[in-house]
């Protein structure tokens, strides 16, 4: 495959290299010898790789390489290092990249996409354009011919992950994708139906949605882990109060799927979390319910689509209650070590920025931030060779005008996005 990027600047620099070449053969080839081919020095080998040299490389496990240099190869990352600790193939390409930041692409552990072929596929390209190379949708996929497309992916798309088909209590008037369960021997069959679809991990919902419904219990969930782990299939729980939080922890559930949302978490919950290292939780924060600058959207959308959007960028108090108890547990379990990924729940395919953002003024560091959303999501979602900027990984990543370990609003402004090594035509 030819990999010669296409990128401004990388078109601009193929162009030196090959003027440089045509010069040095030039050179070495007098006119007045015709066929002086076997005496001359041989050309380099052709090579496939390119190497991207100057920038401040943020991996996505915590670690920052400045004036690093990385080379791309067959659509992963083959060597990564500071400069001159990597040396490019004999005849890579080059690309400049001084001045800028590289992070890995954005992984969204939580997203709810649209329920046919041709909707899915667009919401997974337009977040390729976001920076996003991979989303977990989190239980309404009833239908073969989506699971099809994480196996079959359409072109410069985000990986499609998929829960498949959810399970609750029945829920008349909500959505009729889940399995509803009433029993343990129903909710086996569940997971086993699931397990046979191949789906990524299995999502339970528990929650009685404001007492309108009887709420998956403690008996059912400890069954739906169980029959789950027995398939080697991960368990994410949709939650909402902090005694279904405690007791899924105790359960041996994987992933929270929500941070606890009805009061302020206590010391018995931080410790059942720090007695469970491999736990992950996606908080999803709400909206923080006040208006925020939405302007670097501009160009990215259609006009009317960002009005509507601006339209809904208000004060909002009552969001701005819930905000406040979900950030401030989020804050908690991040100073106790709990490990924590990024989800926007939602099919926002622009929301990861605004989620990261949100989770920031929450309490957590921008570049903890950044390991949520990259490394920790690859383990959320099941792709182990992602998420991170790793010889050996797939070379996902975005160039970045500015740092957003100092302004985690700089993952906004984006570049470039290569995705398995090739840029990504950003026009939606
Ligand atoms: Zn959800």
Redesign the pocket.
Same mark, same amino acid.
């Given at each position: 495959m030819n990999r010669v990027t296409t990128s401004y600047r990388a078109a601009a620099e193929a162009s030196v290299l090959m003027a440089l070449s045509l010069l040095l053969v030039a050179c070495g080839q007098p006119a007045t010898e015709p066929e002086p081919m076997q005496e001359t020095a041989p050309p380099p080998p052709a090579s496939t790789a390119t190497a991207y040299t100057g920038a401040r490389v943020i991996v996505g496990n915590g670690n920052v390489i400045e004036n690093a240099t990385f080379v791309v190869d067959n659509g992963e990352f083959t060597a990564v290092g500071a400069a001159g600790s990597v040396s490019a193939p004999a005849g890579a390409a080059e690309v400049d990249l001084s001045g800028m930041t590289v992070m890995p692409m954005i992984i969204d552990s939580?997203?709810?996409t649209t329920l046919s072929v041709e909707g899915l596929t667009q919401d997974m390209q337009r977040r390729a354009v976001m920076g996003v190379s991979a989303a977990l949708s989190? #239980?309404r996929d009833a239908y073969d011919e989506l699971l099809a497309l994480r196996d079959n992916p359409p072109p410069m798309a985000a990986r499609f992950r998929t829960a498949g088909r959810g399970i609750s209590r029945p829920e008349p008037g909500r959505p009729t994708e889940p399995h509803w369960v009433d029993t343990t021997d129903e909710a086996r069959e569940a997971v086993r139906t699931e397990a046979a679809r191949r789906v990524d991990i299995i999502k339970v919902w528990v929650d009685d949605r404001d007492g309108q419904y009887p709420k998956i219990t403690p008996e059912l969930f400890a069954a739906i882990i169980d029959e789950a782990h027995l398939y080697g299939l991960r368990v994410a729980a949709?939650i909402f109060t902090l005694e279904d939080g405690k007791d899924l922890v105790a359960a041996g559930v994987d992933v929270l799927?929500?941070g606890v949302r009805d009061r302020d978490i206590d010391d018995e919950f931080v410790e059942a979390v720090r007695a469970h290292p491999e736990l992950i939780m996606i908080p999803?924060l709400p909206e923080r319910g006040v208006p925020t600058d939405l302007s670097w959207l501009e160009g990215l959308m259609p006009a009317d689509e960002l009005a509507a959007v601006q339209a809904g960028n208000v004060m909002d108090t009552d969001a701005q209650e819930a905000y406040g108890i979900q950030a401030r547990n989020l804050a908690r379990l991040d100073d106790a070590g709990m490990r924590i990924a990024m #989800?926007t729940? #939602?099919n926002v395919y622009w929301g990861a920025h605004i989620e990261m953002e949100d989770m920031v003024v929450a309490g957590m560091s921008p570049a903890d931030v950044l390991v949520s959303a990259t490394s920790v999501g690859a383990d959320v979602v099941g792709i182990e060779d992602a998420g991170t900027i790793e010889p050996g990984k797939y070379a996902d990543f975005i160039v970045l005008e500015a740092n957003p370990i100092e302004d985690i609003r700089n993952t906004r402004r984006i570049a470039d996005v290569y995705f398995g090594g090739q840029v990504v035509d950003r026009t939606l």
């Open positions: 939580h997203v709810h989190m #239980g949709h799927a929500h999803n #989800g729940d #939602g």
